[in-house]
T-cell receptor
Framework: DTGVSQNPRHKITKRGQNVTFRCDPISEHNRLYWYRQTLGQGPEFLTYFQNEAQLEKSRLLSDRFSAERPKGSFSTLEIQRTEQGDSAMYLC?????????????FGQGTRLTVV | DAKTTQPNSMESNEEEPVHLPCNHSTISGTDYIHWYRQLPSQGPEYVIHGLTSNVNNRMASLAIAEDRKSSTLILHRATLRDAAVYYCILRDGNTDKLIFGTGTRLQVFP
């Protein structure tokens, strides 16, 4: 296993278009997290899954955002009707289910630019 | 969500020890203290974590105050490759969420 993989690494889209990002976590990891990071800021939590169940969504996740994790494997994050404010790095992380005593592994991220 | 406070930036010379402080006065009994670092254009990378006792690994040491309201990440000999943003995070024992702050930007000079 080579770690958490995110695709694409870069995406440029026109305002109003829909985009979808994919995250492939480490295979045995039950928990999967999505974060958004803008320049100079730390990653902001968006949502997380335990297996296929989406357990929490941040208030940052507007109705234009949707995430899925079918069959508890890979996950997708879709942004509909993109806006310039959506430009950011989108990070995915995975970890084993625990009580806080395990490390999370992050992907390299997908950098979205909305023009 | 529990919060942490870190200095915005710190500087070090190569091969010197670096002590990165973090305050987390609202920590709860089940929160683990995690440290991650992020190099430019990369995702965060795990460094170390602990609950109550001091911890050592190949990358760093973590010193945790007795009351757990603060901790210090220790890089024993800084290298140029250690230049990064270091995040101190309290990992929620129920959700395992990592809630990031703004971190400390460490500069290492040759």
């Amino acid at each position: 296993d080579t770690g958490v993989s995110q695709n694409p690494r870069h995406k440029i889209t026109k305002r109003g278009q829909n985009v979808t990002f994919r995250c492939d976590p480490i295979s045995e990891h039950n928990r999967l997290y999505w974060y958004r990071q803008t320049l100079g800021q730390g990653p902001e939590f968006l949502t997380y899954f335990q297996n296929e169940a989406q357990l929490e969504k941040s208030r940052l996740l507007s109705d234009r955002f949707s995430a899925e994790r079918p069959k508890g494997s890979f996950s997708t994050l879709e942004i509909q009707r993109t806006e310039q404010g959506d430009s950011a790095m989108y990070l995915c992380a995975s970890s084993l289910l625990s009580t806080g005593d395990t490390e999370a592994f992050f992907g390299q991220g997908t950098r979205l630019t909305v023009v | 969500d529990a919060k942490t406070t870190q200095p915005n930036s710190m500087e070090s010379n190569e091969e010197e020890p670096v002590h990165l402080p973090c305050n987390h006065s609202t920590i709860s009994g089940t929160d683990y203290i995690h440290w991650y670092r992020q190099l430019p254009s990369q995702g965060p990378e795990y460094v170390i974590h602990g609950l109550t006792s001091n911890v050592n690994n190949r990358m760093a040491s973590l010193a945790i105050a007795e009351d757990r309201k603060s901790s210090t990440l220790i890089l024993h000999r800084a290298t140029l490759r250690d230049a990064a943003v270091y995040y101190c995070i309290l990992r929620d024992g129920n959700t395992d969420k990592l809630i990031f702050g703004t971190g400390t930007r460490l500069q290492v000079f040759p």
